[in-house]
C-alpha cells in the first residue's frame, strides 16, 4: 500500500471512527428507554461525527516510528532489502 493510500485511510477513520454505527444504534435503544443525555457526551465517537474532529487513537504510530513514516522515500521500490542480508544478493 503506498503512503499517501495510508494516510488517507487514516484521515478516513479519524473522520468516521470505527464503531460509530454500534454507538449510534445503542443510543438509539438507550433513548428509546428514557436516556435524556445528549449522544456527544456519551459517546466520542458520535462527537467526532458531529464536530468533524478527529478521534484520537492509540493504534496510530507515534515517535520514532511515525518520523520513520514521514522521512521515508520509494517506499514502494522492490529493492529493499532487511538490514542483515546487506551482503548477500
Do not use: C
Amino acid at each position: 500500500m503506498p503512503y499517501v493510500e495510508l494516510l488517507k485511510w487514516v484521515s478516513f477513520f479519524n473522520r468516521r471512527p470505527i464503531g460509530w454505527r454500534e454507538d449510534q444504534r445503542t443510543y438509539m435503544l438507550l433513548s428509546a428507554q428514557g436516556l435524556k443525555e445528549e449522544p456527544e457526551k456519551l459517546f466520542p465517537t458520535l462527537k467526532a461525527l458531529k464536530e468533524g474532529i478527529p478521534v484520537e487513537r492509540k493504534a496510530l504510530p507515534k515517535g520514532k516510528f511515525l518520523d520513520m513514516m514521514l522521512t521515508a522515500r520509494d517506499g514502494d521500490s522492490t529493492d529493499w532489502k532487511p538490514p542483515w542480508v546487506k551482503g548477500k544478493p
